[in-house]
């Protein structure tokens, strides 16, 4: 059976090449013995010529290792060798470099490399044998740019995942490459703006455009393909920290307070939202004594846990767990506690999420673990909020249980009763205008609702919520959304929930938990509409639109690109700026909304307010 390479390039073999040491030929040699041989001798061919068709050739090659990673031929017949003298000769000879097209050529190099090493162990071993380590620290160091360093970075996090071979390939220079990762995950984002994204399409480098793009070309491809890189370097550097975090390697590096810090606010955005690389380094991190002290003694950390503990980001479940490895470790308990417990009571009586069932009930496990001592004073929070929380807990989950276990039916049906009365008082009292007096009545429903009644309670809270928000009390609506969201189905979490507690966040400055939760509302509606045109609420349109601009990757590079040179004009005396154009972000939404309507039929409504209650 033919290779890939082969079907391929086979319409380049129907004339007679003139050139006797033809790339593409050699791979279309038809007798095996003599196509491993002059493959062979390609590779070792191929860092000591100088030849137009080596850019073909490494695009040629980089395609095949990632279509077919796991195919052997080429990694056993000198591929990785060849790769790292490319990388090599590009560092160290400039005029080699940019002459031709060999500027793209490292890139492509690295990328193979990353490609080949990336699932087969054996595959890795053959390419720290062959030397390809330096050559892609080297990049690494920034040796030529952004757009290498980022294959690089993807290569080395590849060898480091094999634990086989990891003392070989890494440990010699572990101190260097966790430094440098730390530093790419930090600075990356504004390195990839002020090289490219902030600058004059015309001031960007060609082959970086070409790169980015491939070859398609395209000013608003070039800004979308490199948020999405600028992201994955920054995801990649940070894999690659995890490699080392998953043996207890360079923690002390790794657990410093600033790198934390910085860590807690790195997200990929709706560029790369799939990568759990930040919250999946968090966890690696309180799975290690040095890890959980670290991060105990830093309320940045814990407060960014608890806030994607109580989020619809698709890395809650890793957000809990880190705050349960933290308050199992006796060492890290209490400062855990003193923060993380008003966040977490309001998940106890969360079902199941990522598959893993009765999590609510771990986390009131870990909660309600000291509270005799709590209860009868011999342990003390500096905040009474955490030993309230923690008796409303006890209430909800033992107490509550035991008594409603032993009502009688009449019981029951009298506190059903009560509790549809109660709504019903606190909707009028609602639409009067009356929402404290609201607030009560839905208050009091809660107390004597039965547990049983998981949608009416859910309901309730939501409710609550509403007249919270009206209140503009937001930490008491993401209480009570967060809570109703727990009685709700994980398929089909609660739509108006979710929208109230998008507000909320909108209130405390949290946009991107904001941005998520409102995302989620709209492909919920759009997934439960009734009829063929699902509508989509112009206020959630606008908050969409409103996060964007936010958490947009590069804000805060291009937020300190403008004040340097709002700066700079007003040391000439040239006054302040003006921003008048759009951000990438609001263009980008704008795009997104007109391919939704088209591909979708999706109409945006020109309505505004909120959800009525239920």
């Known amino acids: 059976m033919k290779s890939q390479f082969q079907k391929k390039t086979t319409k ?41 068709e080596h850019v073909l050739a490494l695009s040629s090659l980089w395609n095949i290792a990632m279509m077919q990673p796991n195919d052997p031929e080429f990694p056993s017949l000198g591929i990785f060798e060849c790769m790292a003298k490319l990388i090599h000769k590009g560092i160290n000879d400039k005029k080699w470099l940019l002459s031709d097209q060999n500027i793209y050529i490292p890139y492509y190099a690295a990328h193979t490399i990353g490609s080949y090493t990336m699932n087969k162990v054996q595959f890795a071993e053959k390419a720290v044998e062959s030397g390809v380590v330096f050559p892609l620290i080297e990049l690494m160091r920034g040796k030529i740019t952004w757009v290498e360093q980022r294959v690089a970075v993807r290569a080395l996090a590849h060898i480091a995942s094999h634990e086989k071979i990891f003392e070989e390939a890494i440990g010699v220079n572990e101190v260097e490459i966790v430094e440098l990762a730390m530093k790419i995950a930090m600075t990356c984002l ?109 309320q940045e950390v814990i407060k960014a846990l608890c806030n994607l503990s109580r989020s619809s980001d698709d890395w809650q479940l890793m957000a809990i767990d880190c705050l349960l490895l933290l308050l199992k470790d006796p060492e890290t308990r209490h400062k855990a506690m003193e923060i993380s417990v008003v966040f977490l009571v309001d998940l106890v009586e969360l079902r199941s999420i ?23 004073g011999d342990l003390k929070f500096k905040r009474k909020k955490v030993e309230r929380a923690l008796k409303e807990t006890w209430d909800l989950k033992v107490d509550r249980k035991r008594r409603e276990k032993l009502m009688s039916e009449q019981e029951i049906r009298e506190r059903k009763s009560m509790v549809r009365q109660l709504k019903q008082e606190g909707n009028l009292n609602f639409w009067s205008g009356n929402i404290e007096k609201a607030v009560m009545e839905y208050t009091e429903a809660l107390h004597v609702c039965p547990l049983k009644m998981r949608k009416d309670r859910l309901v309730l809270h939501s409710n609550r919520a509403q007249c919270y928000l009206l209140l503009r009390n937001p930490e008491a609506v993401i209480s009570d959304t967060t809570r109703a969201l727990c009685l709700s189905s994980a398929v089909s979490p609660h739509g108006k929930s979710l929208w109230r507690r998008s507000q909320a966040y909108d209130m405390k400055g949290l946009a991107k938990e904001s941005l998520i939760d409102c995302v989620t509302f709209v492909h919920g509606r759009i997934k439960s509409g009734q009829t063929e045109r699902a509508e989509i609420p112009s206020y959630a349109a606008r908050m969409i639109n409103k996060q964007m601009n936010k958490t947009w990757l590069f804000a805060p590079a291009k937020s300190r690109s403008f004040n340097n040179h709002e700066e700079l004009l007003e040391s000439h005396g040239h006054g302040r700026l003006t921003i008048v154009d759009e951000t990438f972000a609001e263009k980008r939404w704008r795009k997104l909304e007109r391919e939704r309507r088209r591909e979708k039929g999706v109409n945006v409504t020109e309505r505004m307010g909120s959800l009525k209650i239920g």
């Open 12 to 52: 380049n073999t129907e004339s007679v090449c003139s050139k006797p040491s033809c790339f593409f030929c050699t791979m279309n040699e038809p007798d095996p013995s003599l196509r491993k041989a002059r493959i062979i001798k390609a590779f070792q061919d191929l860092p000591l010529r100088n030849d137009q």
């Open 190 to 298: 504004k390195e990839v703006f002020d090289k490219f994204v902030g600058l004059e399409p015309s001031k960007r480098l060609k082959y970086h455009c070409d790169l980015v793009t491939r070859w398609l070309g395209g000013l608003e491809i070039e800004d979308r393909k490199a948020e999405e890189w600028a992201s994955q370097l920054q995801c990649w550097s940070l894999n690659l920290l995890n490699c080392f975090a998953c043996k207890e390697k360079s923690l002390n590096l790794i657990c410093k307070r600033e790198f934390l810090i910085e860590l807690c606010g790195m997200w990929g955005g709706l560029a790369n939202p799939t990568s759990p690389a930040v919250i999946r380094l968090l966890r690696s991190l309180c799975q290690t004594k040095i890890g959980r002290q670290s991060v105990a003694n830093l």
């Open 354 to 376: 990522g598959g893993r069932p009765k999590v609510g009930d771990t986390i009131t496990q870990a909660l309600l673990k000291d509270y005799h001592k709590i209860k009868y």
